[in-house]
């Protein structure tokens, strides 16, 4: 007989947790989904709900959790600015806390797990693009810490696990990744520009817009999360996930505004506090690792995102 093997996701019910769940039970894994519904939303996994191989428990997971699983996809955090600043003292400690519960259980079930990091971890980067052995250029006590530094001891928990306690370990550093179900209003600029643009509101450029961004499309990305999980024990990373093809943020607006045949005019607004002037990942050791490369290009995952919100919009979720 066949036995499913268990997957646990957290932060299931967000934007990448809520495709990976459905990608998993595509694939014939049992899911149990884990979320507080900090960021996420029921609405991303009420397809799944109906499926007897889909659990969902909420449960935050800077509180301790003892279930069996063989795996742990560990997505659960706040991922937009917006979203992580609101109360960073959470984002460290969701990244902190909820990693070494994370890992602990793990530890006593003896479950393969891999972390969600970010290439955040390399901050305003001096190298370009960015290769898994930079170490970074982040700032300890700026408002984007909380989650940089949250995230780089994150990492080093998974490390340490690894080499105290002989954990199964995986770390993905992921890119800027876009695609449907990103929340509508956590201000992301993917999300920010399509609903601007088929709003037909002002398109709301930070800084000068010459800051450069590569995005993944939501598809090809968990590809990777899946490719990684199964590579050989001996493979930990970290490795880069994301789209090499780079693009200045005003490039992007002009995109969306050709794609939606938008009238919205831009404006210009101060920028963040640190924000990363460029950000390209070198894929080199994923292509050898995971035999692993995005195939979507930028217009063809901006017309499905497009066409996701568009769909959102008119049924009256746009603010919600
Ligand atoms: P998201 O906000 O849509 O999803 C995060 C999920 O985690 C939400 O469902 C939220 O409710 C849940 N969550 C938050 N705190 C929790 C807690 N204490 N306990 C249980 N659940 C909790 O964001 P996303 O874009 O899907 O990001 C998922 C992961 O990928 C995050 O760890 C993020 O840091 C990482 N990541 C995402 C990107 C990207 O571009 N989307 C880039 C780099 C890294
Ligand atoms: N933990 C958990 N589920 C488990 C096992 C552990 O949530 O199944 C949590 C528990 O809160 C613990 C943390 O993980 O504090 C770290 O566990 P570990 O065994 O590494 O350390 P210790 O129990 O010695 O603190
Ligand atoms: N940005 C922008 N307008 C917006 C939202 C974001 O110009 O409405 C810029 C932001 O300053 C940053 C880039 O777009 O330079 C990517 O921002 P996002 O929040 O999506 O991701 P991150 O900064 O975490 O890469």
Redesign the pocket.
């Known amino acids: 007989m066949h036995i499913r093997k268990r997957c646990a996701v957290t932060g299931g019910a967000g934007f990448l947790g809520s495709h990976l769940c459905e990608r998993l039970l595509k694939d014939g894994y049992d899911v149990l989904c884990i979320d507080n519904f900090y960021t996420g939303s029921k609405r991303n996994i009420l397809h799944l709900l109906n499926n007897p191989y889909f659990e969902l428990y909420r449960h935050d997971i800077t509180y ?4 069996e699983v063989d795996e742990i996809y560990n997505l659960a955090c706040p991922a937009s600015p917006i979203h992580y600043q609101n109360d960073p003292v959470q984002t460290t400690k969701v990244n902190v806390h909820g990693s ?6 793990a ?3 003896r479950a393969k797990i891999m972390q969600a990091s970010t290439s955040e971890v390399y901050g305003d980067p001096k190298v370009h693009p960015q290769q898994e052995s930079y170490w970074g250029h982040v700032n300890p006590i700026g408002r984007r810490s909380c989650y940089d530094e949250g995230k780089r001891c994150a990492e080093t928990l998974f490390f340490d ?1 690894h080499r105290q ?1 002989k954990l199964l370990i995986k770390v993905a550093r992921i890119f800027n990744t876009y695609g449907p179900r990103m929340h509508p209003q956590d201000g992301r600029v993917v999300s920010n520009f399509i609903v601007q643009a088929l709003e037909g509101k002002p398109i709301t450029i930070y800084g000068k817009g010459t800051q450069t961004r590569s995005f993944c499309y939501v598809d090809d990305l968990i590809e990777g999360f899946i490719r990684l999980m199964n590579t050989p024990d001996s493979f930990t990373g970290p490795v880069n996930l994301g789209n090499p093809g780079e693009f200045t943020i005003l490039e992007l607006a002009e995109k969306v505004i050709a794609m939606t045949k938008s009238k919205s005019e831009l404006i210009f607004k101060p920028l963040p506090e640190d924000d990363p002037t460029m950000r390209r990942p070198d894929i080199t050791l994923a292509k050898q690792h995971l035999n692993w490369e995005p195939k979507i290009p930028l217009e063809e995952g901006l017309r499905k995102t497009i066409d996701y919100f568009d769909d959102l919009m008119r049924s009256g979720g746009s603010a919600s």
């Open positions: 301790p959790l003892y279930i070494i519960n994370m890992l602990g259980l530890k006593r079930v696990y306690h």
